[in-house]
C-alpha cells in the first residue's frame, strides 16, 4: 500500500476521532441547553397562566370544598386557564400548589373538575420542593433540571400568583416529560450523524489533499534518492520544507555530493590503480625477460661446459681420464645443479605470478608414480635405504598438468632421499572411493620441528639456514611442491614430527579421474 493511502486512511481517522471526541463533549451541552430551553418554555407558560389569575379571587377560592366547582369564581378561574391552555396549545395537567404551612400544602388540577384536598408536602419530588421554596423565598419564577418520581422523569416550570397586596396566593405548575426532551436530542444526534455521513467523502477528499500536501517533498525525495540509486547525480535537489522533512532533503544532497566526491576519488584511483598495472606489467614482463635471459645465458654455456667435458672424457687416455675423474664429476655435479636451481626458480616464478602456461592431458598416474621413484634406486643403494611399493590401489588416467604432477613428485622425493640417511621410503597409491586418491611418500627422516611446520611453503626458507647447515638445498622444494598443486586443483598434506620422519599425501581429487 502506497505511503500517501497510508497517510489519508489515518487522517481520516483522526479527523473522525476528533468529530466523535467532540461530539461526545458537546453532547451533554447540547442537553442541558435542551433541558434549560424547555425549562424556561415551561416558566414562561406557567408565569401567562399565573398571570391570567387574580390573586385576591384565588384566595376566596375553597378547593377543598367539592361545591366550589359550581361557583362562579371557580368557573370564571377555570375558564381563564381554559383560555390560556388552548391560546398556548397545552396537552399537559396544569397543577396549582398552595403552602399551607410547614408539613402540607394544597394541591389539585387545575383545570379538573373536582377540587382536591389538603395533601402532604411528600407529594412532591425533592426538585418540586425546591422549586417551590425558591418560588416563595425569591418571589420569581424557576424551573427543575431533569428529576424523577414515581410517574417517570420530568421537567417542571413554577410561576407564582400575586394578590392586590404582593403576596403570593398560590404557585402554578407545568410539567412536561422527558421523553419530549430525548425525542429533541435524539433528533439533533440523528441530524449530527447524517452531517457526519455526509461530510464522510469530503473528509477522505480533505485528508488525501493533505496527505498529498505534506508527502509531496518526500515523494520528490524519493525520486531524487532514485535517480542517485540508478547513477544520475546531476540534478540538486531543490525542494522548500522544513523540519524532518528537510533534514531528509539535506541528508539526500549530502549523499549526492558524497558520492560525486568519491566517484571523482574512484576515478583517479582506477587512474593510477592503470598506471600501476601498466608498471607491474611492464615489471612482470621484464622479470620474465630477465629470468628467461638468466636461463639462458646459465644453461647456454653450461651445457656448453658439459658438452665438452663429455668429448674430453672420449678423447682423454683412460688413465689421464681416472686420474680427473673426480674433478670432472664435482664441474658436472655443480653444472647440473645450477641448471636445476635456474629451472627450479623460473617455474616458482611462474607459479607466483599465474604466469604459468598449464597444458592438461591425461596421466597414468600409477605409472609415472613408480616411474619416477625407481628414478632414485641407485641413490638408494649408496645410502643403504630401501624403497618400499607395497601398497597400490588401482586408478585410472587423471586429466592435469603432467610436468607439475611430475615436478610435485621430484621435489617430494627428493627431500626424502636428502633427509633420510637410513631406514625406509614408502611409496603407497590409497584409494579413498569418493575422495579421490592419495599419493603417500614416507621417509624414516630427521622430520620437521612442530616451529618451522607453520613456514614450510615459504620459498627459500630451510629449518636449518646457517653456513654450516648439514644439508644443501635453495628452500623452493616445498613451495613449488604446493604451487604446483594449486595449480593442478590437488591437495597437499604434510605431517611430521622431529626425529620421527615426514609422511607427505598428494590428494587428487574424483573429478580429476577419466576413468575409474
Not at 396549582?96 to 394541591?107: M, R, Y
Not at 645410502?383 to 618400499?388: E, Q, R, S, V
Not at 630427521?446 to 639456514?465: A, H, N, T, V, W
Request: net charge neutral.
Amino acid at each position: 500500500m502506497k505511503l500517501w493511502i497510508k497517510l489519508a486512511i489515518l487522517l481520516t481517522i483522526i479527523i473522525n476521532i476528533v468529530i466523535q471526541v467532540s461530539i461526545g463533549v458537546l453532547t451533554p451541552k447540547i442537553e442541558k441547553y435542551s433541558t434549560d430551553f424547555i425549562g424556561e418554555k415551561l416558566k414562561s407558560i406557567a408565569a401567562s397562566i399565573a398571570a391570567s389569575i387574580e390573586g385576591d379571587e384565588f384566595n376566596k377560592l375553597n378547593i377543598f370544598d367539592s361545591t366550589s366547582i359550581n361557583s362562579s369564581l371557580y368557573k370564571k378561574i377555570q375558564q381563564t386557564i381554559d383560555v390560556t391552555k388552548t391560546n398556548l396549545e397545552l396537552s399537559e395537567d396544569l397543577y396549582s400548589i398552595s403552602i399551607l404551612d410547614k408539613n402540607s400544602l394544597a394541591f389539585g388540577v387545575v383545570l379538573n373538575r373536582v377540587a382536591y384536598g389538603k395533601d402532604s408536602l411528600q407529594q412532591l419530588s425533592d426538585a418540586g420542593k425546591k422549586a417551590v421554596a425558591q418560588v416563595y423565598d425569591k418571589r420569581k419564577c424557576v424551573h427543575t433540571d431533569i428529576y424523577s418520581d414515581r410517574y417517570g422523569d420530568w421537567l417542571s416550570g413554577f410561576a407564582p400568583i400575586y394578590d392586590s397586596s404582593k403576596q403570593i396566593s398560590g404557585i402554578i405548575q407545568v410539567d412536561q416529560t422527558y421523553q419530549s426532551v430525548k425525542v429533541r436530542i435524539d433528533e439533533i444526534d440523528q441530524t449530527i450523524l447524517y452531517g457526519r455521513l455526509i461530510l464522510l467523502p469530503f473528509t477522505l477528499l480533505l485528508s488525501i489533499i493533505l496527505a498529498n500536501f505534506f508527502l509531496s517533498p518526500i515523494v520528490k525525495v524519493k525520486e531524487g534518492i532514485q535517480k542517485i540509486a540508478s547513477g544520475d547525480y546531476s540534478s540538486k535537489l531543490e525542494i522548500k520544507s522544513s523540519g524532518e522533512i528537510q533534514q531528509l532533503i539535506y541528508a539526500a544532497e549530502t549523499l549526492r555530493t558524497t558520492i560525486l566526491d568519491q566517484q571523482e576519488k574512484i576515478f583517479n584511483n582506477i587512474d593510477e590503480l592503470k598506471r600501476a598495472k601498466s608498471k607491474a606489467e611492464s615489471s612482470d614482463r621484464m622479470k620474465s625477460e630477465f629470468l628467461a635471459l638468466l636461463s639462458h645465458e646459465i644453461r647456454t654455456p653450461l651445457n656448453i661446459i658439459l658438452g665438452n667435458i663429455e668429448v674430453l672424457k672420449l678423447e682423454m687416455d683412460k688413465k689421464v681420464l681416472e686420474e680427473l675423474n673426480e674433478i670432472i664429476n664435482d664441474v658436472k655435479y655443480g653444472s647440473d645443479r645450477l641448471i636445476r636451481t635456474v629451472e627450479m626458480i623460473v617455474l616458482y616464478s611462474e607459479l607466483a605470478s599465474d604466469s604459468y602456461n598449464k597444458k592438461e592431458r591425461f596421466v597414468n598416474i600409477n605409472q609415472m608414480f613408480f616411474e619416477l621413484s625407481s628414478l632414485y634406486k641407485e641413490e638408494a643403494v649408496k645410502k643403504g635405504i630401501k624403497i618400499l611399493n607395497e601398497c597400490t590401489a588401482t586408478t585410472g588416467m587423471i586429466k592435469a598438468d603432467e610436468k607439475l604432477i611430475e615436478e610435485t613428485i621430484k621435489q617430494i622425493t627428493d627431500n626424502a632421499f636428502k633427509f633420510t640417511e637410513r631406514g625406509d621410503i614408502h611409496f603407497c597409491i590409497f584409494d579413498k572411493n569418493e575422495n579421490g586418491i592419495s599419493l603417500v611418500i614416507k621417509d624414516s627422516g630427521i622430520g620437521i620441528s612442530e616451529e618451522f611446520m607453520k613456514e614450510l611453503y615459504k620459498p627459500f626458507r630451510q629449518e636449518d639456514m646457517s653456513y654450516s647447515r648439514r644439508f644443501e638445498g635453495n628452500g623452493l622444494g616445498l613451495a613449488i611442491a604446493k604451487k604446483c598443486c594449486d595449480a593442478n586443483g590437488f591437495g597437499l598434506i604434510i605431517n611430521s614430527k622431529k626425529s620421527e620422519g615426514t609422511v607427505v599425501e598428494i590428494n587428487i581429487p574424483k573429478e580429476k579421474f577419466f576413468a575409474s
